[in-house]
T-cell receptor, first 117, second 114 residues
């Protein structure tokens, strides 16, 4: 079984400051890892994903994340926060399945990012 | 192109009633998944359908059921509603059935059970 832990349910940064949202996962096999963003009263939008290959993954809106197998982590960063980044962020994990396997994302509880002017 | 569309957007039901939520995937997408998001929590997987076949089911009671139609749209049914079923129900569509293909989420249906 897989699980995700997001450290910090609420992170507050100043505009222009570094954004760091933490995610640790538990998985018995190499996982696929995702970060999603959710704006109020909206669905989820994919920011970035790690499946295979390069461990540093770049996503939309200047976000990036690094897969660290030894630390079972997939932290999300952005060098300079913008007011428009204020939203809830979810880390998710999925196991790599074979043909006919199901498609199941297991989400963390989310981190609410507040950006102060 | 239209994204994933869900209907209705909001719904209020009474305990014990039954509800049907609808989802239309992005054109060309054959996989539809349903998630429940309780306030303050991350989404929880309910079902996945691919090519009209159930591929997975989360840890939800039998009161929850779903189906996928030949046009790949999907319905989620919940019987005998409980107060705890109040949540945002999200539908996600993807082209393939694997998690290395991107899932696109709809805006959700906000269900309130009173």
């Amino acid at each position: 079984a897989q699980s995700v832990t997001q450290l910090g349910s609420h992170v507050s940064v100043s505009e222009g400051a570094l954004v760091l949202l933490r995610c640790n996962y538990s998985s018995s096999v190499p996982p696929y890892l995702f970060w999603y963003v959710q704006y109020p009263n909206q669905g989820l939008q994919l920011l970035l994903k790690y499946t295979t290959g390069a461990t540093l993954v770049k996503g939309i809106n200047g976000f990036e994340a690094e897969f660290k197998k030894s630390e079972t982590s997939f932290h999300l960063t952005k060098p300079s926060a913008h007011m428009s980044d204020a939203a809830e962020y979810f880390c998710a994990v999925s196991l790599i399945g074979g043909v006919g396997s199901n498609y199941k994302l297991t989400f963390g509880k989310g981190t609410l990012l507040t950006v102060n002017p | 192109d239209a994204g994933v569309t869900q209907s209705p957007t909001h719904l209020i039901k009474t305990r014990g009633q039954q509800v049907t939520l609808r989802c239309s995937p992005i054109s060309g997408h054959k996989s539809v998944s349903w998630y429940q998001q309780v306030l303050g929590q991350g989404p929880q997987f309910i079902f996945q359908y691919y090519e009209k076949e159930e591929r997975g089911r989360g840890n939800f009671p039998d009161r929850f059921s779903a189906r996928q139609f030949p046009n790949y749209s999907s319905e989620l049914n919940v019987n005998a509603l409980l107060l705890g079923d109040s949540a945002l129900y999200l539908c996600a569509s993807s082209f393939g059935d694997r998690t290395n293909t991107e899932a696109f989420f709809g805006q959700g249906t906000r269900l309130t059970v009173v």
